[in-house]
């Protein structure tokens, strides 16, 4: 296997595998494994060609230039470069680089939303043995690790966004002795886990009647089968504890309900259960005087 070349990278994208757009398009993809990104050469890596068509009418691409014509839809990697490949239906996919470096920051093929736990792994050539581990992100220093390559970050905010990129101690049999390598940016982007969040209720509830708030959520398409837990907040107070269900019902409303009424919706992923809040919106409800009026307003999530 051909030894690192030291090289000057422009920043690494993080490329989850999604065979779906978004918008809910069909889009060509390549499926990497081992699911790191950017994948490395001595991980022995596959690609694999996700898209609409015959699965041997796929075109590959190599550092731009056509490389293969109608191949198969999957490969083993054995040089480092740049990838993609085609499908005549849905077109070329997002490129893929494969890295042969003496270090290489790491994090998991995937997309990343508000409250998850993502581990990122700083790897020297061929696994060798890597001391003294710093993690930068926008070029400050996040931890310096003596003996660890591993970073966790837990759980996932919108501004853990950014470029990141690690260094450390290898030994080198090339130059024989150790050397201070560092790895390419990677740029790390956590999507939002609830871009809309709208909390509905009755324009004007009167003393005594019941009062119905619905708590609206549009989960991200990245992720639409989340389950939901909702919380609603009168002036910044819990009611009620957590729910499963998007509403809340007052049999019968009385002065002391009056406030400023919120909602928050979180997400539980994993034995861990860790929370990622969503936005808040705001209603705002009067009893005992007659009439109450809704704000629309998008505002801040309430404390929990």
């Known amino acids: 296997m051909p030894r690192p070349r030291p090289a000057v990278h422009p920043a690494q994208a993080l490329a989850g595998w999604c065979p779906l757009s978004p918008a809910g398009a069909q889009t060509t993809q390549l499926l990497v494994q081992p699911p790191w990104t950017p994948p490395v050469l001595w991980d022995r890596v596959t690609l694999t060609c996700q898209g609409s068509g015959t699965a041997g009418a796929t075109s590959w691409y190599k550092d731009g230039q056509r490389w293969r014509l109608q191949g198969p839809d999957r490969f083993r990697v054995n040089e480092s470069g740049t990838y993609q490949c085609d499908r005549a239906s849905t077109g070329r996919s997002p490129p893929v680089r494969v890295l042969n470096d003496w270090l290489v920051l790491q ?83 956590v999507h939002e886990l609830f871009p809309l969040l709208v909390l509905e209720g009755p324009p004007e509830p009167t003393e005594g009647s019941p009062l119905n708030l619905s708590c609206l959520s549009t989960p991200s398409p990245l992720r639409p089968r989340a389950p939901l ?70 505002g801040s999530p309430s404390p929990a």
């Open 229 to 298: 837990l909702h919380l609603f907040y009168r002036d910044g107070r819990l009611v009620g504890g957590r729910q499963w269900s998007p509403q809340l019902l007052l049999p019968a409303v009385g002065v002391s309900h009056s406030g400023n009424y919120s909602c928050e919706v979180r997400s539980e992923r994993g034995p861990c259960g860790r929370a990622a809040p969503g936005s808040a919106s705001r209603c705002a409800v009067s009893a005992g005087m007659g009439a109450g009026s809704p704000d629309s307003r998008h």
């Open 107 to 189: 994090v998991p093929a995937r997309a990343l939303l508000e409250g998850d736990t993502v581990t990122l792994r700083c790897r020297s050539w061929q696994d060798k043995p890597v001391t003294s581990v710093s993690f930068y992100r926008e070029e400050k220093q996040l931890q310096l690790l003596r003996d660890g390559t591993e970073l966790s970050l837990s759980p996932l905010r919108l501004q853990d966004s950014g470029r990141y990129r690690c260094s450390g101690w290898v030994e080198s049999e090339v130059s024989r002795g150790w050397i201070e390598p560092e790895s390419a940016p990677l740029t790390v982007t």
